[in-house]
């Protein structure tokens, strides 16, 4: 709350002293406020939208008390940044002469900034669902037909990456980047180390781990070889960390996947 408090207060001195002719104070200091000021005058402008739908930009301004020159630059960023769209007004009755006015409404990724949707909370009824009507058995299965098409992508993608184990680490981390993990690879003294910096799933899996080790499975059958998983996003760890030994054995059909947990 504090430091939404002070970001307001840095959008009230600014446009304070936009209006009593001063220039804000140059140097590194200025820009940074200017800054600050943009991002909470956006946030304001989305959550206009939010509430009220489609709104002319003359509307946002006066809501905000911008001018119009302002409150076009902030619109023309959100634009370019995919948060908002402008169309043609509509109008009922009789239309006068001219062009109708254009409406900004927000996009689904404007809304996102807004809170998140409600996907997680479905998600995790539906397997509490699963594990009342079928058991711990049942929510097994469906965590490993939930990624079955994320380890064929990968596998896909891992095309020519060799049979070492490092190698392959490296090339699945792309492949996961390409899904959305934001994954990393790298090599350490015991061996490798595959890094997811985001889970998708992360909500869910705290209460369901079965999606994690299904996902951990998957790792242990595309690098080939035994992995240990050292810690998740979804039990509160920063990171999704998963080793890589440095002389592992090969993975038999049944490939064993260890979990350890290192906040314990």
């Keep these: 709350m504090r430091a939404s408090s002070e970001l307001r ?3 009230v001195v600014k446009n304070a002293a936009a209006l ?8 590194p200091a200025a820009g940074a406020s200017a800054s600050a000021a943009d991002v909470s005058t956006r946030e304001r402008v989305t959550q206009l939208l939010l509430e009220r739908g489609a709104t002319t930009a003359a509307q946002l301004g006066d809501a905000l008390g911008l001018s119009p020159a302002a409150i076009r630059r902030h619109l023309d960023a959100m634009l370019a940044d995919g948060d908002v769209l402008a169309r043609e007004q509509a109008v009922r009755g009789h239309r006068g002469r001219g062009r109708p006015a254009k409406v900004f ?3 689904d990724a404007g809304r996102l900034r807004c809170g998140t ?6 998600a995790t ?3 509490r669902w ?3 009507t079928g058991g711990p058995e049942a929510v097994e299965a469906f965590a490993t037909e939930q990624v079955a098409a994320l380890e064929r992508r990968c596998r896909t993608a891992m095309e020519g990456a ?3 184990p490092l190698a392959r680490a490296e090339a699945l981390a792309g492949a996961l980047t390409a899904e959305g993990y934001a994954a990393s690879a790298s090599t350490i003294a015991s061996g490798g180390q595959l890094c997811q910096h985001h889970c998708p799933v992360a909500h869910v899996a705290a209460e369901f781990p079965q999606l994690c080790e299904a996902e951990t499975s998957v790792i242990s059958r595309l690098v080939g ?3 240990q998983r050292l810690a998740t996003i979804a039990h509160g760890d920063g990171v999704c960390t998963t080793h890589i030994p440095g002389q592992p054995g090969r993975v038999p059909s049944g490939n064993t996947v260890t979990t350890v947990r290192t906040d314990r």
């Design 9 to 11: 207060n840095v959008g």
């Design 20 to 27: 009593s002719g001063q220039r804000p104070a140059a140097g």
């Design 105 to 107: 409404v927000l996009t």
């Design 117 to 122: 949707h409600h996907y997680d909370n479905m």
């Design 125 to 127: 009824a539906a397997l």
């Design 130 to 132: 699963i594990a009342r």
């Design 162 to 164: 060799g049979e070492d």
């Design 225 to 227: 070889t035994h992995v």
